[in-house]
């Protein structure tokens, strides 16, 4: 297989809704998918064990990380099937690093998985810790860093983490997927990283991650 035909499908903000998982192109033939948080609507592990099934039905690899709606049980869950990103990083593929932080800062919604910036940050460094050694990097984030495209509100607000802006900053992975803004659905740049915020999975879209020679490359695919 050359390089460029490996890739994986990122998805998030799924929300319980998996009906658009048979539009998703090449899903079957992906490495495996990664969802970036948010399989539930406020719910638990039941409720994420449901959306993990259905897309281990077209594909058994999956990688995935709360959100800030799922509860801490699903954390737990994740944990203890061997599938979670949250605060962890390992290797994706021979010399290519994945990492992620779950859940989001606080918004005003009382959400059940809500954290302190800092906290986001200091989970940022856990990650990092572990896949520092690799060339290649995939960040998954559910809280997108402030920036332009990827965090902004329809108002015009930008509701995206510090933390995790200072860590694409300075560390620069790949690509960094990410969501929890359904309305700020694009790609844009930081530095050398491409930020993908695939928006709610019913309505949006899905991201591409390509495995080719010198680093990942990514790209935002719509419904």
Request: glycine share 12%; with cysteine; proline share 4%.
């Amino acid at each position: 297989m050359q390089s460029n035909d490996v890739y994986w499908i990122g998805i998030g903000d799924v929300h319980e809704s998996t009906h658009r998982l048979k539009d998703v192109r090449g899903i079957r033939e992906a490495q495996g998918v990664i969802i970036s948080g948010d399989m539930t609507l406020a719910d638990g592990a039941t409720v994420a064990k449901r959306v993990v099934d259905a897309v281990k039905e077209y594909n058994p690899a999956v990688l995935a990380q709360i959100g800030n709606m799922d509860k801490a049980e699903v954390d737990d869950w994740l944990n203890n099937e061997g599938i979670n990103l949250h605060a962890q990083g390992r290797e994706l593929a021979e010399g290519v690093g994945i990492m992620g932080v779950g859940g989001s800062i606080t918004t005003p919604f009382g959400t059940p998985s809500e954290f302190s910036d800092e906290q986001i940050g200091l989970w940022l460094e856990q990650g990092w810790q572990q896949v520092k050694q690799y060339k290649k990097l995939l960040l998954v984030v559910h809280n997108p860093p402030v920036g332009n495209v990827c965090d902004r509100l329809p108002n015009g607000v930008h509701v995206g983490s510090p933390s995790v802006r200072a860590f694409i900053e300075r560390v620069q992975p790949d690509v960094c997927l990410t969501g929890h803004i359904h309305e700020a659905m694009g790609t844009e740049q930081i530095g050398h990283t491409t930020v993908i915020n695939t928006g709610a999975f019913s309505s949006g879209g899905y991201a591409v991650i390509r495995n080719e020679s010198e680093r990942l490359v990514a790209e935002l695919v719509l419904f």
